[in-house]
């Protein structure tokens, strides 16, 4: 059961790995279209992407410790 937990936590990460994708894009599109606009895109998009690796590492660290036990 730990090992499908852990496998089930890591789903977690997968989905910060494509919410990530999306949000890259989605700012390419936006300077695309307002150049000028790009250092508050780019802000909001680092700190967007930040959250998601965080909850991405948590998802590891569980998905590590189901694995110990």
């Not at 606009?37 to 948590?58: H, M, Q, R």
């Amino acid at each position: 059961m730990n090992a499908i937990g852990a496998g089930l936590a890591m789903l977690t990460a997968f989905g910060a790995g494509l919410g990530m994708c999306l949000a890259t894009g989605k700012a390419v599109e936006s300077v695309a279209r307002q150049p000028e606009a790009s250092g508050k895109i780019n802000s909001i998009l680092l700190l967007g992407c930040a959250l998601a690796e965080s909850t991405a590492i948590y998802a590891f660290v569980v998905a590590l410790v189901l694995a110990v036990k």
